[in-house]
């Protein structure tokens, strides 16, 4: 597993995969992905997973950590990963620079 410095992951959110690990009784990392569809082109992906693959790049703050894969990298280059708890709900976002726009729902973009 590569260690990525274009990728981070802000304070929220590594409190809250800290938060997820203490509910399940277990350390959670968060995987990041770029999947093609949604209503913009391309969408983000999350999931909880308990290991990584050796091909993985893993992002850490505060002993959390998020781990992408090397095609979703290239597209996530620059990006924050944040979570977010708001009136409409709680969730992970990841504020992508390179995205030129998205939709309404925070979760498809395009480039």
């Given at each position: 597993?590569?260690?990525s410095t274009?990728?981070?992951?802000?304070?929220?959110?590594?409190?809250?995969?800290?938060?997820?690990?203490?509910?399940?009784?277990?350390?959670?990392?968060?995987?990041?992905?770029?999947?093609?569809?949604?209503?913009?082109?391309?969408?983000?992906?999350?999931?909880?997973?308990?290991?990584?693959?050796?091909?993985?790049?893993?992002?850490?703050?505060?002993?959390?950590?998020?781990?992408?894969?090397?095609?979703?990298?290239?597209?996530?280059?620059?990006?924050?990963?944040?979570?977010?708890?708001?009136?409409?709900?709680?969730?992970?976002?990841?504020?992508?620079?390179?995205?030129?726009?998205?939709?309404?729902?925070?979760?498809?973009?395009?480039?």
């Amino acid at each position: 597993m590569m260690t990525s410095t274009e990728l981070t992951l802000t304070p929220a959110a590594a409190q809250r995969l800290h938060a997820i690990g203490k509910a399940e009784g277990r350390a959670v990392m968060l995987r990041v992905a770029v999947e093609g569809g949604g209503c913009s082109g391309f969408q983000y992906q999350f999931d909880l997973v308990q290991e990584g693959h050796a091909d993985d790049f893993r992002i850490e703050r505060d002993g959390a950590a998020a781990l992408v894969d090397e095609m979703s990298l290239v597209m996530l280059k620059g990006s924050e990963i944040d979570f977010v708890d708001e009136l409409a709900g709680a969730e992970f976002r990841v504020r992508n620079p390179n995205a030129k726009s998205s939709c309404g729902c925070g979760v498809s973009f395009s480039i």
